[in-house]
């Protein structure tokens, strides 16, 4: 199979976004809540902590606003009291190398292994569905569930070639390349299928106060 087509336009994207590196201005101030303001508790059924990271972690990934939650169920009974993890790394822009970094490259360089990956589709609020990416993720004896998109002008986004096409078009049309990455992570204690379907619930009742800390992709002035 001939490769050319696709170092081709590997190449014309890389030179696109290298000429809006050049002929950019500033992007416009957007209108977002901060993550500090996110609900630690979620209805009746989740209560939170905050996390934090590490300020040399911070300093690698230079983020605009973050947040890094532990949340479990608020009541006895209501479910297994098994903790799951909520990041949210927000970056108001991407144009000068801050940019989120993929699960993918990440968590192997954590020691983490890929056990399997999948694109699902997630009902969410108003009858709506949302495209994300599920995986199986272990190390030594762990596992964990993980389930992550790209959040970016309004736009969910599952794959990291998508997100950077969308990002060049939106930088063009809109001078805007803000985006945030979303993970959810969960511990495998009985099945795989029964860590996702954990996880599927609390993505499904946290999902409405996320859209309210995300920037629209509404056109900015």
């Not at 690698?60 to 209501?78: F, K, N, T, W």
């Not at 736009?155 to 070639?161: D, G, K, N």
């Not at 959810?184 to 029964?194: A, K």
Request: glycine share 8%.
């Amino acid at each position: 199979m001939r490769r050319w087509p696709v170092v081709v336009a590997v190449t014309m994207l890389f030179m696109t976004w290298g000429s809006i590196q050049l002929l950019s201005h500033g992007e416009p101030t957007l209108s977002k809540k901060p993550f500090s303001e996110f609900p630690l508790a979620i209805g009746d059924k989740w209560k939170g902590k905050e996390l934090g990271m590490e300020q040399s972690v911070l300093d690698i990934l230079r983020l605009s606003d973050y947040m890094m939650r532990v949340y479990a169920p608020s009541q006895e009974g209501q479910g297994r009291a098994m903790p799951l993890w909520l990041y949210v790394g927000y970056y108001q822009s991407q144009r000068t190398g801050s940019t989120y970094h993929s699960p993918k490259n990440c968590l192997p360089g954590s020691g983490w292994q890929f056990m399997e990956s999948d694109q699902v589709s997630v009902p969410v609020s108003n009858g709506h569905s949302i495209l994300i990416n599920k995986v199986l993720i272990q190390k030594g004896l762990d596992k964990q569930v993980i389930l992550y998109w790209y959040q970016d002008r309004g736009r969910v986004i599952a794959s990291e070639y998508w997100a950077k096409g969308y990002m060049i078009w939106d930088a063009m049309t809109q001078n805007r390349t803000d985006g945030s990455l979303v993970r959810i992570s969960v511990p495998v204690t009985t099945t795989p299928e029964d860590a996702y379907q954990y996880s599927l619930g609390f993505l499904q009742d946290v999902w409405p106060l996320l859209l309210d800390y995300m920037p629209t992709g509404e056109r900015v002035t």
